[in-house]
C-alpha cells in the first residue's frame, strides 16, 4: 500500500444530532467561534464538510451534502433510514472517488483510461478517517445554494427524495460549474470549476508533491 493519509469530515451540528453520536470539536483558535473553525485540504489530510438537510420540512427523507474544502466539490447522498457513522463513513470513502470519475468522464477533461489509471492510484494510498463536529462557514454557503438545487428538483418533480440519478445529474452540473470562492492564501475572490481543481489535488496526492500548508491541521493536535 502507498503513504497514509487522513479524510477529515467535518460534520455540522444538524448531522451529528441526525447520527447521534458526540464528535470532538477541533481546538478554537483565537478570537474565533467554536466549531466554525477553517478546513483546508493540504498533503496529508483531505478535508470534507458533511451537512443534512430535510428535503421537506421535518421529511422522514433527507438529503447528506458533502463538500471538500479546497475545490467545493460536492455529492449527494440521500437517505430515508438513519445511518450509523461507520455506515455513512464507508458510503462517503467510496463515494467521493465514484462521484470524481462520472464528472470526469461526464465532462470529458481526461481520457477514461487515465481516469482509470487515477483510481487505480488513489485506492493505492491508505486512507485513516477522522470525524470532527465543525462548520466551515466558507464552505457552508455553498452546501447552502446546494440544498435549494435539491429542494427546487423535489417539487419540479413531485418527489419527496432525490433518485441515485438525479443526485448524480446534480453533482455533476455543479461540479462541472464555475463557482466563486473566496482564496483562503489571497482572501481574494477567484473562480473554480470544483472537478478541476479536485482533480489537481488529487494528483498532488498521488505524486506525494507537498500541496499548500493547512490552515487547520488536524495533524498537528491529534495528540494533544
Same mark, same amino acid.
Given at each position: 500500500?502507498? %503513504? &497514509?493519509?487522513? #479524510?477529515?469530515?467535518?460534520?455540522?451540528?444538524?448531522?451529528? *444530532?441526525? #447520527?447521534?453520536?458526540?464528535?470532538?470539536?477541533?481546538?478554537?483558535?483565537? =478570537?474565533?467561534?467554536?466549531?466554525? +473553525?477553517?478546513?483546508?485540504? !493540504?498533503?496529508?489530510?483531505m478535508?470534507?464538510?458533511?451537512?443534512?438537510?430535510? +428535503?421537506?420540512? &421535518?421529511?422522514?427523507?433527507?438529503?447528506?451534502?458533502?463538500?471538500?474544502?479546497?475545490?467545493?466539490?460536492i455529492?449527494?447522498?440521500?437517505?430515508?433510514? %438513519?445511518? /450509523?457513522?461507520? !455506515?455513512?463513513? *464507508?458510503?462517503?470513502?467510496? @463515494?467521493?472517488?465514484?462521484?470524481?470519475?462520472?464528472?470526469?468522464?461526464?465532462?470529458?477533461?481526461?481520457?477514461?483510461? !487515465?481516469?482509470?489509471?487515477?483510481?487505480?492510484?488513489?485506492?493505492?494510498?491508505?486512507f485513516?478517517? @477522522?470525524?470532527?463536529?465543525n462548520?466551515?462557514?466558507?464552505? +457552508?454557503?455553498?452546501?447552502?445554494?446546494?440544498?435549494?438545487?435539491?429542494?427546487?428538483?423535489?417539487?419540479?418533480?413531485?418527489?419527496?427524495?432525490?433518485?441515485?440519478?438525479?443526485?448524480?445529474?446534480?453533482?455533476?452540473?455543479?461540479? /462541472?460549474?464555475?463557482?466563486?470562492? /473566496?482564496? &483562503? @492564501?489571497? &482572501?481574494?475572490k477567484?473562480?473554480?470549476?470544483?472537478? @478541476?481543481?479536485? #482533480?489537481?489535488?488529487? %494528483?498532488? #496526492?498521488?505524486? =506525494?508533491? =507537498?500541496?499548500?500548508?493547512?490552515?487547520?491541521?488536524?495533524?498537528?493536535?491529534?495528540? *494533544?
Amino acid at each position: 500500500m502507498g %503513504r &497514509k493519509l487522513s #479524510l477529515l469530515f467535518g460534520a455540522s451540528n444538524s448531522l451529528a *444530532k441526525w #447520527l447521534k453520536v458526540e464528535l470532538p470539536r477541533l481546538p478554537t483558535l483565537e =478570537g474565533k467561534q467554536v466549531g466554525v +473553525n477553517t478546513l483546508k485540504s !493540504d498533503s496529508t489530510t483531505m478535508c470534507w464538510q458533511a451537512h443534512i438537510i430535510d +428535503n421537506q420540512y &421535518k421529511s422522514y427523507e433527507k438529503t447528506i451534502i458533502v463538500c471538500e474544502a479546497n475545490s467545493r466539490f460536492i455529492f449527494f447522498i440521500p437517505v430515508t433510514a %438513519r445511518l /450509523t457513522l461507520d !455506515d455513512l463513513t *464507508k458510503l462517503l470513502t467510496m @463515494e467521493w472517488q465514484a462521484m470524481l470519475a462520472e464528472t470526469l468522464e461526464s465532462y470529458q477533461l481526461i481520457p477514461r483510461s !487515465d481516469i482509470a489509471m487515477l483510481l487505480s492510484e488513489l485506492s493505492d494510498l491508505t486512507f485513516s478517517v @477522522e470525524w470532527v463536529k465543525n462548520t466551515d462557514l466558507s464552505i +457552508n454557503g455553498h452546501i447552502s445554494d446546494a440544498g435549494l438545487w435539491v429542494e427546487q428538483i423535489l417539487i419540479e418533480q413531485g418527489a419527496s427524495e432525490l433518485s441515485a440519478q438525479q443526485a448524480t445529474e446534480l453533482a455533476i452540473y455543479l461540479n /462541472t460549474s464555475v463557482k466563486r470562492i /473566496t482564496s &483562503k @492564501e489571497t &482572501k481574494r475572490k477567484e473562480k473554480v470549476i470544483p472537478v @478541476e481543481k479536485l #482533480l489537481a489535488y488529487c %494528483r498532488t #496526492l498521488v505524486l =506525494g508533491d =507537498g500541496a499548500e500548508t493547512n490552515v487547520v491541521s488536524f495533524e498537528d493536535y491529534r495528540n *494533544k
